[in-house]
Every structure is written in structure tokens, then in C-alpha cells.
């Protein structure tokens, strides 16, 4: 029963991400890429503060300043560019598609930088899965629109930041870790907000939309944390898959938008490949636990 709670947790935050997917798109009708960028680490920065004071998590300089967190938070920064500019620029369901190669970037920057072992079978699923990329955003295509390769240096940023985390100690909070990373974009947003051509937008619903993006946003880290203490890992992290069918439906239901065959067939992939690499992960811990385990 708390294994199905979990998995249902899980959904839950992904039906969040994704609601916050659609605000910020939203928000972007009506404001530069710099000032959504501003208010959602200036709103994301005082929440997860707040939750930070109410579960007693402290907040200290030194770990601010630790060269691990900044170097994770430099990725965030990039993360949350290509995220933002890919978010306002095409469409819902084709930055969801894109998104769920992430996991695939993860796992092949762990094999090339932290030397973690991959074996065939896997290299072969990011072969796939990097295909199903190439398939959705298509360089080469009719329709390509260049704006793409942000959503593109997006899912490299966040998955460079997510193999930083990993060397951060683990005594350091990750509610602390999440706050740094949060508050690490203000200032590219006031800097791009000033340097833009385009002016500061202070149409109602953009602050409307970006108060709700704060909120899901938040609520949907919170839940996955949560859903991940509940059950184990390899139970519930799966079901974060489950953020393409909501980014997707959001997409079609809320900017009537249609994804092709060719984005239907890619995601497919990237989808098939990124759960038969957490499978092939999940084994192959289960059998080195076993080892470890026999006399």
C-alpha cells in the first residue's frame, strides 16, 4: 500500500512540473525570456527559504560557496536558460519530448566523467535514444526553426548539474542545494532582463502565471522527495516518465498544439530507451548487492 502511494505521489509531482511547463509558456506570451527568468528564481528563492526555516534546514555561506555548489549551480544557470528560451519558443510537447532524454545524457556523462561502468547493452539504449532525439528535433528538417538546440542545451545543462550533485557530500541538505540553485539565476535574469531590446512586461496575468509556476514548481520537488522516501527508488522512478503524457496533454488541450508522427515516434524512443536503461541499472545493482551479500 505505501508503494502505491508513492508511485502515486510521483505522479502527482509530475502533473506539477508539468503545469508549471504550461505557466511558463503561458507567461512568455507576455514577457521576455530575462524577466520570467527573474521572477521565477527571485519567487523560487524566497519559497524554498521558507521550507528551508520551517524544517530547520540551514542555509550557510560556506556551503553557498563551496566550489561544488557553484560549479552545480553554473549548470543550473544553463539549465534554466535552454529550459526558458526552448519553453517560450516551440512547442509544449516537442520540449517534452526533448526533456525526457535526460536521463540518457545522465548516464552518459557518468560513464565519461565519473568513470562509472556502462555496458553494451546500455551505450546501445543511448544510441536509441539519442536517435529518437535527432528524430523529434530534426537539425535537418523542413521545420527546424534552430530554436530547438536550446531545449537541447537545456537537457545537457540539467543533466551536467545532476552529475555534480552527485559528488556534493551527502550531509550538505538538498532543500540547501536546491535554494543555492535557485538563487544562482537571479542575477543572469536581472542581466539578460536589462540588456534586452524587448521592455519589462507588467501585464497582470504574467505575474498571475509566474506565481502559480512558483507554486507547482515547488510543490512538485517537494513530492518527489517525498515519494521517494516512501518506496524504493526503483519502484517509483519510473513513473517520472509520466511527465511526457501530462507536458503533452497540456500542450494539446491548452495551445492546441498537434505533435507529428515523427515527434510521436521519436519520444517513443527516447522513452523505451531511457526506462530499459534504468531497468539495466536497477539489475545490475540488485546482482552487485547479491554478491556482496554471499560468503
Not at 502515486?8 to 508549471?20: H, K, N
Not at 550557510?60 to 519558443?89: C, Q, W, Y
Not at 534552430?146 to 551536467?160: D, P, R, S, T
Not at 515523427?262 to 534504468?278: C, K, N, Q, R, V
Request: charged residues 15%.
Amino acid at each position: 500500500m505505501e508503494t502505491l502511494r508513492a508511485i502515486g505521489v510521483m505522479v502527482l509531482s509530475m502533473a506539477l512540473l508539468a503545469t508549471s511547463d504550461a505557466f511558463i509558456k503561458l507567461a512568455s506570451r507576455h514577457a521576455p525570456v530575462g524577466e520570467i527568468m527573474l521572477l521565477l528564481s527571485v519567487g523560487g528563492t524566497l519559497l524554498f527559504m521558507l521550507v528551508s526555516t520551517l524544517r530547520g534546514v540551514p542555509l550557510r555561506l560556506r556551503d553557498a560557496i563551496s566550489p561544488k555548489v557553484m560549479l552545480r549551480n553554473a549548470f543550473e544557470i544553463v539549465g534554466a536558460i535552454g529550459m526558458l528560451v526552448g519553453l517560450s519558443k516551440i512547442p509544449l510537447s516537442l520540449m517534452a519530448a526533448i526533456l525526457q532524454a535526460a536521463p540518457l545524457v545522465v548516464t552518459l556523462g557518468a560513464a565519461i566523467f565519473l568513470r562509472e561502468p556502462v555496458g553494451w547493452r546500455r551505450w546501445a539504449a543511448i544510441a536509441v535514444g539519442m536517435t529518437g532525439m535527432l528524430m523529434v528535433v530534426r537539425p535537418f528538417g523542413a521545420d527546424f526553426s534552430g530554436w530547438e538546440l536550446f531545449a537541447v542545451f537545456g537537457v545537457i545543462g540539467l543533466a551536467a548539474r545532476d552529475l555534480v550533485t552527485r559528488v556534493i557530500p551527502p550531509e550538505m541538505p538538498a532543500l540547501a542545494i536546491s535554494t543555492f540553485g535557485f538563487a544562482s539565476v537571479m542575477p543572469v535574469g536581472l542581466l539578460m532582463t536589462l540588456l534586452s531590446d524587448a521592455p519589462v512586461s507588467t501585464h497582470p496575468m504574467v505575474f498571475v502565471y509566474m506565481g502559480c509556476a512558483v507554486v507547482v514548481t515547488t510543490g512538485g520537488y517537494l513530492a518527489v522527495t517525498a515519494a521517494m522516501r516512501m518506496a524504493p527508488v526503483s519502484s517509483v522512478a519510473p513513473f517520472r516518465y509520466t511527465r511526457l503524457v501530462f507536458t503533452t496533454g497540456l500542450g494539446m488541450a491548452v495551445f492546441s498544439e498537434r505533435p507529428d508522427g515523427w515527434t510521436l515516434a521519436g519520444a517513443a524512443l527516447i522513452l523505451s530507451a531511457g526506462l530499459y536503461t534504468f531497468l539495466r541499472e536497477r539489475r545490475l545493482a540488485r546482482n552487485a548487492s547479491l554478491a556482496v551479500l554471499e560468503p
